[in-house]
């Protein structure tokens, strides 16, 4: 079963799912040791990875490739951010394309104008109803099978009100869309009311210090949402670790004592070094039984 076929699944499970945010391949394989059923790539991460603010600078190969990385190395569905499709609805085709391609399970799709802005920033710009329509219906038609989901996002809460972010969900839905994602909805009421005014499944963001009350994932689910996920939830600690360890060298002139005892080999270990040692002789077996 493809990974599209295993989320597609899990979406109608009736069961939400988690998805921490991973930025490469380190943090998808440890989301995947960690027991999670996903994992999403998100987009700020990706545009940290390489050196940019979540500002809508990355193009769409740079996001697709990584996408590729990270879903080859892990063992578990991957939902990733595509931004707002990368230009109209050809490029739109062309990006749901490119990530069914690299192994990808669903993406979701925006409709703030390009180069976009994080979604918990203030003085984003949507495109009109009519652009917002047009590319969800060339993201589903793009879809080279039924199983890869396609989650419409709408920022529109934020510019022009609760309710225009809800008819914006509901028109997707009703062009094509698999899911919905209302991004940044600012009250534990909006967080509510979202999954009984959109007809579909709903996606819920949760960043911590955004726009978006802090919500158990227990309560989400008891809410209706059917996926919900964790952006920044690797990516922050991993600043704070690297900043904290950097700082402790440079006051004590030495390694730091490790906050995980570890070396190589087990650092390897979590990488899949077993299955490549034994590779290193599984393909000799033969030869030297000839040979004797």
């Known amino acids: 079963?493809?990974?599209?076929?295993?989320?597609?699944?899990?979406?109608?499970?009736?069961?939400?799912?988690?998805?921490?945010?991973?930025?490469?391949?380190?943090?998808?394989?440890?989301?995947?040791?960690?027991?999670?059923?996903?994992?999403?790539?998100?987009?700020?991460?990706?545009?940290?990875?390489?050196?940019?603010?979540?500002?809508?600078?990355?193009?769409?190969?740079?996001?697709?490739?990584?996408?590729?990385?990270?879903?080859?190395?892990?063992?578990?569905?991957?939902?990733?951010?595509?931004?707002?499709?990368?230009?109209?609805?050809?490029?739109?085709?062309?990006?749901?394309?490119?990530?069914?391609?690299?192994?990808?399970?669903?993406?979701?799709?925006?409709?703030?104008?390009?180069?976009?802005?994080?979604?918990?920033?203030?003085?984003?710009?949507?495109?009109?109803?009519?652009?917002?329509?047009?590319?969800?219906?060339?993201?589903?038609?793009?879809?080279?099978?039924?199983?890869?989901?396609?989650?419409?996002?709408?920022?529109?809460?934020?510019?022009?009100?609760?309710?225009?972010?809800?008819?914006?969900?509901n028109l997707a839905l009703a062009n094509g869309a698999d899911a919905v994602f209302v991004e940044a909805p600012q009250t534990m009421d909006e967080v509510e009311k979202v999954p009984t005014l959109v007809k579909g499944p709903c996606l819920l963001n949760m960043v911590r210090g955004g726009k978006t009350p802090d919500i158990a994932l227990a309560d989400a689910e008891r809410m209706g949402y059917a996926i919900s996920i964790l952006p920044g939830l690797l990516l922050g600690n991993i600043i704070a670790i690297c900043d904290q360890t950097l700082a402790e060298t440079k006051r004590l002139g030495k390694y730091p004592p490790p906050l995980v005892e570890s070396s190589p080999a087990r650092t390897f270990a979590r990488f899949g070094a077993a299955d490549w040692d034994a590779r290193r002789t599984a393909f000799r077996d033969e030869l030297k039984a000839a040979a004797e």
């Open 1 to 169: 079963m493809s990974q599209a076929a295993r989320f597609s699944a899990m979406l109608k499970s009736g069961k939400m799912i988690v998805a921490p945010g991973a930025i490469d391949c380190i943090t998808g394989k440890l989301i995947d040791q960690a027991g999670f059923e996903a994992a999403y790539m998100t987009g700020a991460g990706t545009s940290a990875t390489l050196g940019y603010p979540d500002y809508g600078l990355i193009t769409m190969t740079e996001m697709v490739a990584n996408a590729a990385r990270i879903a080859n190395s892990i063992s578990i569905p991957l939902i990733s951010d595509a931004d707002t499709g990368y230009g109209n609805e050809l490029n739109m085709f062309r990006t749901v394309q490119e990530f069914e391609r690299a192994g990808v399970a669903a993406i979701h799709v925006e409709d703030q104008v390009f180069p976009k802005r994080c979604g918990h920033l203030e003085n984003k710009e949507l495109v009109s109803r009519e652009d917002y329509v047009a590319k969800i219906r060339a993201a589903a038609a793009a879809k080279r099978t039924p199983d890869f989901t396609i989650i419409a996002r709408t920022d529109s809460r934020a510019v022009v009100g609760f309710d225009e972010a809800i008819a914006r969900a």
